[in-house]
C-alpha cells in the first residue's frame, strides 16, 4: 500500500520546500533594509550595529511573518467553516467587531494593560463574527458573491458606529492606526503578541482535518461523527483571536486571508494537512515581500505593509473574481 | 432492523411526516418510494439524524438513535445526501479516505488504504483519483461521495436519491454493487428512489410513503402490486414481466 501512499505527499512537500526555500533568503534580506545602516562587513564587532538587529530588525521581520502565516491561517479556516471562497475576518465583520471592543475598552479604561485590550478585541470579534455567521446561514449557500457582500455591508455597519464613537470620544486618530496595518514602530517588547497568534495558527494545525471535513458541509460532517458544533466554534474563536492580536500590535491587514488561500487553494486544493503549512508559508512570504517593497519604494520613507498588499490584493481579488465568471 | 414508530416531523398544523411506523430489515435492500413531497427524503434524514423528529422513535439495531454518540453512529451507518454542493477544493482520493475518518481519526493504516483502494475501484473512480471535486461531473461526485459512505463500512448505508446524476450503465452498477453489499455482507441498504423500475426490480422490500403517512409496506413481491402502485402515483401502473424481470409499465 505504500504505492498507494506515495502521491499523497510528493507534490504538496514541492510546494512547502519552495516556500520555505524563499522564505529564508527573504527573511535575511528584510534584516538588512531600513532607514539606518547596517554594515555586512563590521556587523559582528559593531555593537551599535548589533543592537538595531535585536531591538528592531529581528523583531520587525518576525512580526510580519508571524502575521501574515496567521492571518492566512485564519482566512482559510474562516472560508471552510462559511463555506465560501471569498470571506476573510476583514468580510466577515471580524476585524471591524474587534475594533468596536478596542474602542470600548480605550474609553473605558484608558490604562488597562494591552493583553486586557486584546482580549476585549477578541470578544468583541468573537460576538461579531458569531453574528455574521448566523447571518450567513439564512443566505442560500449557492449565492456565492452574496455571503461576502453581506459581509462587506455588515463590516461597514460596525464601523460607521465605531466612527461615531470615535468621533465623539476623540479617539479617531486610534482608529486610524488600527485601521492601517503596518510595521515601522514594531519593536522588541513591542510584539511578541503575535507568538501567541502564531501558535493559535499551529494550533489550528492540529484541527486541519476537522477544517477540512467541515468545509464538506454540516450533513458530511455529521456523518462522519465529526462534532460539527466543537469544530465551529473552535474556528471562530481561533480567527477572532488571531484577529485581534494583529489588530492590536499592528493593525488591521485585510486581503492577506482572502488571497493567500485562493491562490494555494488553486495549487493544491484545499485538504489542509497537506495544504496549511503552505498557506501559512504564502501568507508570510507575501506580507514580507509587501513589507519591504514599502520599505524600499520611497526609502528613507516608509508606505504601511498593508497599503502594498492592499493593492497587490484587490488585483488579485478582481482576476479571482474574473476569472471564475469566465469558468462558468 | 431499523424500528420507526410513531414518528412525526414538521409543524403540528401542516406535518411533513405524521405518525409513521414501519420496520426496515437488516441485511436487506429497502426502496422508499412515494409520489413528489411524499416525505421520503425527510425520513431519510430522520434516521441520518440530521434533523430532529417531532415526536417519535427510531431505533436501530436496538440503539435509540436520539441519543446515540455522533462518533458511534458513524461507525453504524452511512449516508449520502442528495444534494452535494461542494465548495471546497478537495481530491476524490482524500475525499474517500475521510470516509475512513470514524475508525482512524484521521491516522489511515493498512486496513484502512485498503478499503479506500477497494472503493475506488469498486466505483469505478480510479482514473479520477488526483482530480478535485469541483472539476468532476454531478454523477462523477455523486460516485466519489458514495465511494466514501462504502468506506466507511457500516452494518447500513443510507442513500438519498443516489441514481439522479448516473447513467444507465453507472445507475445499474450502483444497484448491483448495493444488492451485493446486502447479500454477501448482510449490510442493511435503505434508498430513497424515484424509477420505479429500479425500485421493484433491485430490492427486497419497500416502505411506500405518500402525504407523511406509510401508504403500505413490506417485501417487494407481495407488497408492491399494481393496484397499489398505481393508488399510490395516482397513475396507472401496471406490473408485466419483461425479459424474466419485473417490469413496471407506466409510461403511456
Same mark, same amino acid.
Given at each position: 500500500?505504500?504505492?498507494?501512499?506515495?502521491?499523497?505527499?510528493?507534490?504538496?512537500?514541492?510546494?512547502?520546500?519552495?516556500?520555505?526555500?524563499?522564505?529564508?533568503?527573504?527573511?535575511?534580506?528584510?534584516?538588512?533594509?531600513? $532607514?539606518?545602516?547596517?554594515?555586512?562587513?563590521?556587523?559582528?564587532?559593531?555593537?551599535?550595529?548589533?543592537?538595531?538587529?535585536?531591538?528592531?530588525?529581528?523583531?520587525?521581520?518576525?512580526?510580519?511573518?508571524?502575521?501574515?502565516?496567521?492571518?492566512?491561517?485564519?482566512?482559510?479556516?474562516?472560508?471552510?467553516?462559511?463555506?465560501?471562497?471569498?470571506?476573510?475576518?476583514?468580510?466577515?465583520?471580524?476585524?471591524? +467587531?474587534?475594533?468596536?471592543?478596542?474602542? $470600548?475598552?480605550?474609553?473605558?479604561?484608558?490604562?488597562?494593560?494591552?493583553?486586557?485590550?486584546?482580549?476585549?478585541? +477578541?470578544?468583541?470579534?468573537? $460576538?461579531?463574527?458569531?453574528?455574521?455567521?448566523?447571518?450567513?446561514?439564512?443566505?442560500?449557500?449557492?449565492?456565492?458573491?452574496?455571503? *461576502?457582500?453581506?459581509?462587506?455591508?455588515?463590516?461597514?455597519?460596525?464601523?460607521?458606529?465605531?466612527?461615531?464613537?470615535?468621533?465623539?470620544?476623540?479617539?479617531?486618530?486610534?482608529?486610524?492606526?488600527?485601521?492601517?496595518?503596518?510595521?515601522?514602530?514594531?519593536?522588541?517588547?513591542?510584539?511578541?503578541?503575535?507568538?501567541?497568534?502564531?501558535?493559535?495558527?499551529?494550533?489550528?494545525?492540529?484541527? +486541519?482535518?476537522?477544517?477540512?471535513?467541515?468545509?464538506?458541509?454540516?450533513?458530511?460532517?455529521?456523518?462522519?461523527?465529526?462534532?460539527?458544533?466543537?469544530?465551529?466554534?473552535?474556528?471562530?474563536?481561533?480567527?477572532?483571536?488571531?484577529?485581534?492580536?494583529?489588530?492590536?500590535?499592528?493593525?488591521?491587514?485585510?486581503?492577506?486571508?482572502?488571497?493567500?488561500?485562493?491562490?494555494?487553494?488553486?495549487?493544491?486544493?484545499?485538504?489542509?494537512?497537506?495544504?496549511? *503549512?503552505?498557506?501559512?508559508?504564502?501568507?508570510?512570504?507575501?506580507?514580507?515581500?509587501?513589507?519591504?517593497?514599502?520599505?524600499?519604494?520611497?526609502?528613507?520613507?516608509?508606505? *504601511?505593509?498593508?497599503?502594498?498588499?492592499?493593492?497587490?490584493?484587490?488585483?488579485?481579488?478582481?482576476?479571482?473574481?474574473?476569472?471564475?465568471?469566465?469558468?462558468? | 432492523?431499523?424500528?420507526?414508530?410513531?414518528?412525526?416531523?414538521?409543524?403540528?398544523?401542516?406535518?411533513?411526516?405524521?405518525?409513521?411506523?414501519?420496520?426496515?430489515?437488516?441485511?436487506?435492500?429497502?426502496?422508499?418510494?412515494?409520489?413528489?413531497?411524499?416525505?421520503?427524503?425527510?425520513?431519510?434524514?430522520?434516521?441520518?439524524?440530521?434533523?430532529?423528529?417531532?415526536?417519535?422513535?427510531?431505533?436501530?439495531?436496538?440503539?435509540?438513535?436520539?441519543?446515540?454518540?455522533?462518533?458511534?453512529?458513524?461507525?453504524?451507518?452511512?449516508?449520502?445526501?442528495?444534494?452535494?454542493?461542494?465548495?471546497?477544493?478537495?481530491?476524490?482520493?482524500?475525499? &474517500?479516505?475521510?470516509?475512513?475518518?470514524?475508525?482512524?481519526?484521521?491516522?489511515?493504516?493498512?486496513?484502512?488504504?485498503?478499503?479506500?483502494?477497494?472503493?475506488?475501484?469498486?466505483?469505478?473512480?480510479?482514473?479520477?483519483?488526483?482530480?478535485?471535486?469541483?472539476?468532476?461531473?454531478?454523477?462523477?461526485?455523486?460516485?466519489?461521495?458514495?465511494?466514501?459512505?462504502?468506506?466507511?463500512?457500516?452494518?447500513?448505508?443510507?442513500?438519498?436519491?443516489?441514481?439522479?446524476?448516473?447513467?444507465?450503465?453507472?445507475?445499474?452498477?450502483?444497484?448491483?454493487?448495493?444488492?451485493?453489499?446486502?447479500?454477501?455482507?448482510?449490510?442493511?441498504?435503505?434508498?430513497?428512489?424515484?424509477?420505479?423500475?429500479?425500485?421493484?426490480?433491485?430490492?427486497?422490500?419497500?416502505?411506500?410513503?405518500?402525504?407523511?403517512?406509510?401508504?403500505?409496506?413490506?417485501?417487494?413481491?407481495?407488497?408492491?402490486?399494481?393496484?397499489?402502485?398505481?393508488?399510490?402515483?395516482?397513475?396507472? &401502473?401496471?406490473?408485466?414481466?419483461?425479459?424474466?424481470?419485473?417490469?413496471?409499465?407506466?409510461?403511456?
Amino acid at each position: 500500500m505504500a504505492d498507494l501512499a506515495a502521491p499523497n505527499t510528493a507534490a504538496p512537500r514541492r510546494w512547502l520546500l519552495l516556500a520555505a526555500v524563499l522564505l529564508v533568503p527573504l527573511a535575511l534580506f528584510s534584516l538588512l533594509v531600513g $532607514a539606518g545602516p547596517l554594515p555586512l562587513d563590521t556587523l559582528l564587532s559593531d555593537p551599535q550595529a548589533l543592537r538595531v538587529l535585536a531591538v528592531s530588525r529581528i523583531p520587525r521581520t518576525a512580526a510580519v511573518l508571524l502575521t501574515g502565516a496567521a492571518m492566512a491561517v485564519a482566512g482559510v479556516i474562516m472560508q471552510l467553516l462559511v463555506r465560501n471562497r471569498f470571506v476573510e475576518p476583514g468580510t466577515t465583520g471580524t476585524s471591524e +467587531a474587534a475594533m468596536l471592543g478596542l474602542l $470600548a475598552v480605550t474609553l473605558l479604561a484608558p490604562g488597562a494593560p494591552i493583553l486586557v485590550k486584546m482580549l476585549a478585541a +477578541a470578544g468583541a470579534a468573537l $460576538a461579531g463574527t458569531g453574528v455574521f455567521m448566523l447571518l450567513a446561514r439564512c443566505i442560500p449557500p449557492h449565492q456565492v458573491l452574496l455571503i *461576502p457582500l453581506s459581509g462587506l455591508v455588515y463590516g461597514g455597519l460596525l464601523m460607521a458606529v465605531a466612527t461615531f464613537i470615535a468621533i465623539e470620544g476623540g479617539l479617531l486618530q486610534y482608529l486610524g492606526v488600527w485601521m492601517s496595518g503596518e510595521f515601522s514602530g514594531i519593536l522588541a517588547g513591542r510584539y511578541e503578541l503575535l507568538w501567541l497568534a502564531g501558535g493559535l495558527a499551529l494550533l489550528a494545525y492540529f484541527a +486541519a482535518d476537522q477544517f477540512t471535513i467541515a468545509g464538506l458541509g454540516r450533513d458530511v460532517s455529521l456523518n462522519l461523527g465529526l462534532r460539527y458544533g466543537q469544530v465551529l466554534g473552535f474556528g471562530i474563536i481561533t480567527v477572532s483571536l488571531v484577529s485581534s492580536l494583529v489588530i492590536v500590535t499592528v493593525g488591521m491587514l485585510p486581503f492577506i486571508g482572502l488571497v493567500v488561500p485562493n491562490l494555494v487553494s488553486r495549487l493544491m486544493g484545499d485538504n489542509l494537512r497537506e495544504s496549511l *503549512p503552505v498557506v501559512a508559508a504564502a501568507g508570510a512570504g507575501l506580507l514580507l515581500v509587501c513589507d519591504i517593497l514599502g520599505r524600499l519604494l520611497r526609502y528613507p520613507y516608509e508606505i *504601511p505593509a498593508g497599503t502594498v498588499f492592499g493593492i497587490f490584493g484587490a488585483a488579485v481579488f478582481l482576476y479571482l473574481l474574473l476569472g471564475r465568471r469566465a469558468g462558468g | 432492523m431499523i424500528d420507526i414508530s410513531g414518528l412525526s416531523y414538521g409543524p403540528a398544523a401542516n406535518p411533513i411526516l405524521q405518525n409513521v411506523s414501519a420496520e426496515i430489515p437488516a441485511g436487506r435492500v429497502t426502496a422508499l418510494i412515494g409520489p413528489n413531497g411524499a416525505g421520503k427524503s425527510t425520513l431519510l434524514k430522520l434516521i441520518a439524524r440530521q434533523m430532529t423528529p417531532a415526536g417519535g422513535s427510531i431505533r436501530m439495531d436496538g440503539l435509540d438513535l436520539v441519543q446515540a454518540v455522533p462518533a458511534v453512529l458513524a461507525r453504524k451507518m452511512a449516508v449520502v445526501a442528495q444534494h452535494l454542493s461542494v465548495a471546497s477544493r478537495v481530491r476524490v482520493r482524500d475525499l &474517500v479516505g475521510f470516509g475512513r475518518w470514524p475508525h482512524s481519526a484521521g491516522r489511515l493504516g493498512p486496513a484502512d488504504h485498503a478499503a479506500i483502494a477497494n472503493a475506488v475501484e469498486l466505483f469505478d473512480l480510479g482514473g479520477l483519483q488526483e482530480r478535485f471535486l469541483d472539476e468532476l461531473s454531478g454523477g462523477q461526485r455523486q460516485r466519489a461521495f458514495i465511494a466514501m459512505a462504502y468506506a466507511q463500512d457500516t452494518d447500513w448505508l443510507l442513500l438519498d436519491e443516489p441514481l439522479n446524476n448516473l447513467d444507465l450503465n453507472h445507475a445499474r452498477n450502483l444497484m448491483a454493487q448495493l444488492r451485493h453489499l446486502a447479500e454477501a455482507q448482510g449490510k442493511g441498504i435503505v434508498i430513497v428512489v424515484h424509477d420505479l423500475n429500479y425500485a421493484i426490480s433491485w430490492s427486497d422490500h419497500v416502505v411506500a410513503l405518500r402525504d407523511g403517512q406509510v401508504a403500505f409496506q413490506g417485501p417487494v413481491a407481495e407488497a408492491a402490486t399494481a393496484e397499489r402502485l398505481s393508488a399510490l402515483y395516482q397513475t396507472p &401502473v401496471a406490473i408485466t414481466r419483461l425479459e424474466g424481470q419485473v417490469f413496471a409499465q407506466y409510461h403511456r
